[in-house]
């Protein structure tokens, strides 16, 4: 039997109660989707994390092999100015001008020698340059002006450090990740203990010091409400014990021992931008203990 025209349009509409049908499974679908495509993103930068990792680990080495030892991380330079183990090693890995290390540096924040006398780091001399360590362009350089604009703390706002992959847009306009947090190991020491008295220049026998990257943890997150340093925006690894128990090696039972206690540790705050939380990646088998 033929329709007529007028059956024709009433059967080749959908309803009101068909139309919310679908919209109510995409809905459903895309909420299913969403928080799965979101992990998928955070695995792919945690990968791209530990490939930094591995880039930086190879650049240290290098170093090492150059100067028979690894850079230094302590909270000062020799003259008592904040320079911590992340800036140290953006100089040991770039320069302090991403044109190489210089073979008279001290790690003086100045850039000075050790005597105070010459500026080491002068682009028209580059003959007791090494490196760069790593590549310029992929380096993830960045000053801390640019990271937290004006609010830098004890720092200079034109050092430099080396930042994460976790990127996100700051308030000053760059895109960037958080510094890498470097610390060195002190091969004389024989503790793994928050309890002992450190400070900046004393590590008490421990074979990581806890205060090496302090000041520059405590500068907080540069996107929070308030700014840098905001208060109840500081990161949690403002707790030494968090530290200690966090880089501490499980594999030996006897006494406390931390992970990579020859060498030394790289810490990434992770995807959230929390420095001591369960997301951060680490130069080692990290297992995070509350």
């Not at 230094?72 to 183990?85: H, K, M, N, R, V």
């Not at 760069?132 to 450090?161: N, Q």
């Not at 190991?185 to 900046?200: K, V, Y």
Request: with cysteine; proline share 6%.
């Amino acid at each position: 039997m033929v329709r007529n025209g007028r059956q024709l349009k009433r059967y080749g509409a959908f309803t009101i109660v068909e139309l919310l049908t679908v919209m109510s499974i995409i809905v459903i679908l895309i909420g299913l989707l969403v928080p799965a495509l979101n992990k998928v993103r955070i695995y792919a930068k945690e990968v791209r994390q530990n490939a930094q990792f591995h880039s930086m680990d190879a650049a240290i080495e290098l170093f090492n092999n150059a100067f028979e030892g690894y850079p230094e991380s302590g909270a000062l330079d020799p003259t008592g100015e904040s320079y911590c183990g992340a800036m140290k090693l953006c100089e040991a890995m770039m320069g302090q001008d991403l044109l190489g290390f210089h073979s008279n540096s001290v790690f003086r924040r100045d850039g000075m020698d050790a005597a105070g006398t010459r500026f080491l780091y002068d682009p028209d001399d580059l003959s007791a340059r090494k490196g760069p360590f790593l590549p310029p362009e992929s380096a993830d350089a960045f000053r801390m002006e640019k990271i937290y604009g004006s609010d830098v703390g004890p720092y200079l706002p034109e050092t430099l450090v080396l930042c994460d992959v976790f990127t996100r847009k700051l308030p000053t306009g760059v895109k960037a990740g958080m510094p890498v947090l470097y610390y060195k190991a002190d091969t004389r020491g024989r503790f793994h203990d928050e309890g002992l008295p450190m400070s900046p220049v004393d590590n008490a026998g421990n074979i990581y010091n806890f205060w090496d990257n302090q000041e520059l943890v405590a500068l907080g997150k540069p996107w929070a409400a308030g700014g840098a340093g905001s208060e109840g925006k500081k990161h949690v690894l403002e707790n030494p014990a968090r530290f200690y128990k966090n880089t501490e090696s499980d594999k030996v039972t006897t006494v406390r021992r931390p992970f990579r206690a020859d060498s030394y540790i790289l810490i990434s705050a992770g995807y959230d931008g929390e420095y001591g939380t369960a997301d951060d990646i680490c130069n080692f088998e990290w297992k995070y203990r509350d």
